[in-house]
């Protein structure tokens, strides 16, 4: 049976992206913070911070124009690290534009 591993968040960047560059193949990390937001209590609500890592093109994207503050959505899967720490591999990633009124 095959298993489906495959994340879709959406989020703000809440640490600069820090990318390196090994054998000839970019890697970024960086994270997001995702808010829960429950509208029949409101005291409820939480955030949660999620590690995000990418590689190739993808990483020198999110380099490049990526900041804290940016919101974003991702597609990816959910790996672990070096350190055994759930990561979230980014596979695709989309910048939320913010539509300004009037303009």
């Known amino acids: 049976m095959t298993?489906?591993?495959?994340?879709?968040?959406?989020?703000?960047?809440?640490?600069?992206?820090v990318s390196t560059l090994r054998k000839d193949i970019y890697r970024c990390s960086f994270n997001i913070k995702t808010e829960y937001i429950n509208?029949?209590?409101?005291?409820q609500n939480k955030s949660y911070t999620f590690p995000i890592?990418?590689?190739?093109?993808?990483?020198?994207?999110?380099?490049?124009?990526?900041?804290?503050?940016t919101t974003i959505r991702i597609?990816?899967?959910?790996?672990?690290?070096?350190?055994?720490?759930?990561?979230?591999?980014?596979?695709?990633?989309?910048?939320k534009q913010k539509i300004m009124k009037g303009v």
């Open 75 to 95: 597609v990816g899967r959910l790996s672990r690290d070096r350190n055994d720490m759930l990561i979230v591999l980014g596979e695709h990633i989309e910048i």
């Open 3 to 17: 298993m489906l591993n495959s994340i879709l968040l959406e989020g703000i960047v809440s640490s600069d992206p």
């Open 39 to 43: 509208k029949s209590n409101l005291s």
């Open 53 to 69: 890592e990418c590689y190739g093109e993808l990483a020198e994207m999110c380099s490049d124009y990526f900041k804290v503050g």
